[in-house]
């Protein structure tokens, strides 16, 4: 790709030697200077898809000349690490998100990064300042477009737009392509390529398999720990619906001695990234909701678990694609209530997939249930357990100390 060397060379110390299908294909076209949609699956190698060209044609300048819009903290922290290790000397970056300090962030623009990676509230927000200045933009990125759109970012994506400049790269980049997407790149793109990066029908990596098991409501959380004990996972993400719930399951696991860490919308932002740090460090279980879905890379999720199936199929080709990233193999399981058959062929329709449905015994566990109250001493999910530690007054938990927080769960 004529890369220059000290770029080259920063991309070997972090073992990037081979090119990604998407790098491989992107890099090149965004090297020309066109702009480019990209809709490729996730976990492919996107991140370095964008910055590689970014830093080859020398982003430098007192005002930032490159932004990267994304929907979630996590993720802009995610690519802001990569940065981080391929950025050249005289090329700084900032990472700017809501829930920490924006007067930080104000000090750290003035010092002139010629890269900013953030999200819509707060990128529009010091816009609104005057701290942020976007007149010199000469690259614009959006990493998970479809998710910015779905999560109701559409005019905050437009405004951000209107105040870069006309004459400038625009490389947006989704693991589904919806009209909506493709309004927008009509009006603010410049005759953009257009590239689907693996077969058209195809959503989710192959690596995957798909299975799920059919219980009554009252028994999720039974099947839940039957299907721990009986595939061992090594590492996974369980996807939970709500922070509310999220909580509770997350209570459950740690009560039944799984290895388990939180994290979801209600929890400060140093507890999410901590939550994350512990994870990426050895925690076998990530209790999440869906601010998980998009976008985040941990190596070696070999398991994603939904403990409420996705209603919309694109939803789950976005959580799943959390396992078998770079291709590794890995496994998807759902759990489906009696009444959400349906949904099973929904997305079997869409992703193109097949699901296979197991069964599970989860007599063992059946004592257990989630979210059916509480009794007056505050207790919930009682019982013993083979995986470990038994009846326990949930107030006292370690989760809950870890997090500095109690809650009530109600149906």
């Known amino acids: 790709m ?50 590689i060209p970014i830093i080859q044609k020398g982003a430098t300048g007192r005002n930032p000349q490159a932004i990267i819009i994304v929907p979630t903290r996590e993720l802009a922290l995610q690519i802001d690490n990569v940065a981080k290790k391929i950025l050249p000397r005289g090329m700084d970056g900032l990472v700017v998100y809501g829930g920490v300090s924006i007067d ?45 759109l779905d999560m109701g970012f559409i005019d905050d994506i437009e405004f951000i737009m209107s105040t870069t400049p006309q004459a400038k790269q ?15 790149a009509k009006k603010y793109m410049q005759d953009p390529a257009f590239m689907k990066i693996g077969k058209d029908d195809e959503l989710v990596v192959n690596k995957i398999k798909h299975y ?45 001695g799984v290895d388990a860490v ?44 939904n403990f409420d199936i996705p209603e919309d199929p694109y939803v789950y080709v976005h959580k799943v694609g959390r396992a078998a990233r770079m291709g590794t193999d890995g496994k998807a399981f759902t759990i489906v209530g009696r009444d959400q058959t349906n949904l099973i062929r929904d997305i079997e329709y869409t992703a193109n997939i097949k699901m296979e449905k197991i069964d599970l015994d989860a007599s ?13 001493g505050g207790r919930q999910f009682g019982g013993n357990s ?11 938990s370690r989760g809950n100390q870890q997090h500095g927080h109690y809650r009530r769960f109600n149906r």
């Open 212 to 256: 799920y098991a059919v219980c009554d409501n009252r028994m999720k959380a039974a099947t839940l720990l039957a299907y721990i004990k009986q595939y061992s996972p090594k590492k996974a993400i369980v996807f939970v619906g709500t922070k509310y719930a999220s909580n509770a399951i997350y209570d459950t696991l740690k009560d039944n």
């Open 104 to 148: 930080a962030q104000i000090r750290g623009l003035k010092r002139g990064p010629a890269l900013v990676i953030g999200t819509p509230g707060r990128i529009i927000d010091l816009i609104n300042r005057n701290a942020l200045d976007l007149e010199s933009i000469k690259f614009l990125v959006l990493d998970e477009a479809d998710t910015m």
């Open 2 to 51: 004529n890369l220059k060397s000290e770029l080259v060379e920063a991309l070997k110390r972090i073992n990037f030697i081979q090119p990604t299908d998407v790098q491989e294909q992107v890099i090149p076209v965004a090297l020309s200077g066109s702009d480019v949609i990209v809709r490729a699956k996730t976990g492919t190698g996107k991140t370095c898809a964008f910055l």
């Open 364 to 376: 063992e566990f059946a004592h257990i249930r989630a979210f059916k109250g509480q009794d007056r």
């Open 262 to 305: 939180l994290m979801h919308g209600g929890l400060t932002q140093s507890k999410r990234e901590h939550s994350l740090r512990i994870f990426r460090g050895g925690a076998r279980f990530l209790i999440a909701t869906s601010i998980a879905a998009r976008g985040l890379d941990v190596t070696g999720v070999t398991d994603i678990i």
């Open 170 to 184: 625009t490389l947006l980049f989704s693991a589904t392509m919806p009209e909506k997407i493709l309004r927008v």
């Open 386 to 396: 083979r995986f470990g530690r038994g009846r326990r007054d949930f107030r006292s």
